[in-house]
């Protein structure tokens, strides 16, 4: 028997699906849940065998993310891209924790110099929302998304300390049904009991935990000694809420019993993590309102237009339903049925079903008192523990090549040394042909002397050359056989969130085929596309992790 994974866990917990969903919303959401779990690819034949559907069903919906801009169709493989982090970033931003807190968690790691983490409960696991790495040689560490089972870590005994009798039931049955944790792909299962010591093993396992939670409540903080793998430890204590007082989110640092053994943490670790959770509860306290981002606009349009260019390619419903879960955000954390039909510029009704499907699918749960729809963490399954830990040239190297292929000519990312005075080249994308450039990744030239470097070094503070005061101006830089006779190269900026300059594209030709004007009016144009698609994906992947740039 398959191992049983989170998707059929829902299902099954959910048994029916109501009579009002959106079928097409199910079956896209459940092949953006395949494509995350199998770490963000898989075939179009393996996503029909994943998820039951036919052919002709897999490749209506995989176009239809295509167009979202969520999956991208790579050789014979269907790609999660950058784009579908929209919806895990529309709960993070409605959340808001990871923007208030996430800062003091990064200057606790830094000041540790371990890994610190920060968590949310989801139903009977933890789910992470912000991760400060350490890179170590003795280390696990998870991924913003990454959903663990309870008793398996520190946070857990803490949430717990809030659980209901309902909540308590339905961990027991989890356990029950899945002793092994199968459904947590993030943690290694737990070894095969020995013949006929399953029930002894897993009550001893219940029992401990029950344990941890009671000392949870009693210290206010608490432990993981090696509960997912052997040398990983952690400490955690509650960020509480100011209003409500419950925990909102769980902070923990995160080390190697190398390092520190789980028996001293308490002492060497726990009280800096203390001072940084009391700092938060103050950032908390005193957080100014959010600013309510715009609402998305012109959805109904958008849809319209991609069906009609389409047709029966385009599943207009599985579009419509996936851009209700991008109507919240920040100060839009909870919003009513006419909310959210107002911000998409869906009918009530269409609204209403897309809400229902997403309650039901455990992506959106309404308060009853006044129907007021939240996002759940489980918006984070569809994409963000595969697509949090890349890397700018990762992320740019489909789009180099998309640009090469359509100029014909080798297209390159590349960053400025630390001291400025050279580019090193990150990623690229070669053509064929007899005389054609090739510069490998990892190799660097003076910065000067290259299109690359110039527009780079166009974005300095203080006075520039006037060389330099014009390629600032006009957004780009040409090389003209400085570096290499024959060598004529056009390049543009890649800017971060904040607007600087952190990598550069270009397209390199020879002399004898292209013009300096030839290049500046038919490369230019298709590199500054390519920039912005780089950009968008950076921006996206950033909101809310950390992307290295080389
Ligand atoms: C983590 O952040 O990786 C982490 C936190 C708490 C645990 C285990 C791992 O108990």
Request: one cysteine or more; aromatic letters at 4%; hydrophobic letters at 45%.
């Amino acid at each position: 028997m398959p191992a049983m994974t989170a998707v059929d866990a829902d299902t099954r917990a959910g048994a029916g699906v109501p009579a009002e969903a959106v079928g097409p919303l199910v079956r896209g959401v459940g092949v953006l849940r395949r494509l995350a779990e199998a770490g963000g690819t898989l075939s179009p034949s393996a996503l029909e065998r994943a998820t039951g559907l036919a052919r002709s069903t897999v490749d209506r919906i995989t176009a239809t993310l295509a167009r979202m801009g969520y999956v991208r169709l790579d050789g014979r493989d269907v790609v999660l891209t950058p784009g579908v982090l929209e919806l895990g970033n529309a709960f993070l931003a409605a959340l808001r924790l990871p923007a208030l807190l996430g800062a003091r968690a990064d200057a606790l790691a830094d000041e540790l110099d371990e890994s610190v983490s920060l968590a949310v409960a989801d139903r009977d696991g933890v789910r992470f929302i912000h991760q400060a790495t350490r890179r170590r040689a003795l280390s696990v560490s998870f991924r913003i998304g990454d959903l663990l089972p309870a008793e398996r870590t520190a946070p857990g005994a803490l949430f717990a300390t809030e659980w209901t009798e309902r909540d308590w039931a339905r961990w027991r049955t989890r356990r029950a049904e899945d002793p092994r944790d199968t459904a947590f792909p993030a943690v290694p299962p737990r070894p095969e009991p020995a013949p006929g010591t399953a029930h002894a093993t897993a009550d001893a396992v219940d029992a401990a935990f029950a344990d941890r939670v009671r000392a949870a409540r009693r210290d206010g903080w608490a432990l993981d000694d090696q509960l997912i793998e052997p040398g990983l430890v952690a400490v955690s204590a509650p960020v509480r809420d100011p209003r409500t007082g419950r925990v909102a989110c769980v902070a923990s640092v995160v080390s190697h019993t190398s390092r520190h053994p789980a028996a001293e943490l308490p002492a060497t670790l726990l009280p800096r993590l203390r001072t940084a959770v009391e700092a938060m509860e103050a950032d908390l306290r005193t957080a100014p309102p959010p600013e309510p981002g715009p609402a998305p606009a012109g959805l109904a349009t958008w849809t319209t237009a991609s069906k009609q260019e389409l047709g029966r390619d385009f599943v207009e419903s599985l579009a419509r339903g996936l851009t209700v879960l991008t109507a919240f955000g920040e100060g839009r954390p909870a919003l009513s049925l006419t909310d959210v039909a107002r911000a998409t510029g869906l009918s009530r009704a269409t609204a209403r079903r897309a809400l229902l499907t997403h309650e039901h699918l455990g992506l959106v749960t309404a308060a009853h008192e006044d129907r007021a729809f939240t996002l759940t963490p489980r918006v984070l399954d569809l994409g963000f523990p595969p697509l949090s830990r890349t890397t700018l040239p990762r992320l740019a190297q489909p789009h180099l090549r998309a640009l090469a292929d359509r100029v014909r000519e080798p297209a390159a990312l590349a960053v400025l040394t630390a001291d400025g005075t050279e580019v090193q080249y990150t990623a690229g994308a070669a053509t064929s042909g007899v005389l054609t450039v090739r510069i490998p990744v990892g190799a660097r030239l003076p910065a000067a002397a290259t299109s690359l470097g110039r527009v780079l070094l166009a974005d300095a503070d203080g006075p520039l050359s006037p060389e330099l005061t014009q390629v600032r101006a006009q957004g780009y830089a040409l090389a003209d056989e400085e570096l290499e006779s024959g060598l004529r190269s056009v390049a543009v900026p890649v800017r971060d969130r904040t607007g600087r300059a952190v990598a550069a594209v270009n397209v390199a030709t020879h002399a004898a085929r292209r013009t300096l004007e030839d290049c500046v009016q038919r490369l230019l144009p298709a590199l500054r596309a390519t920039a912005d698609d780089i950009q968008r994906d950076l921006h996206q992947v950033s909101r809310f992790t950390k992307v290295p740039t080389t």
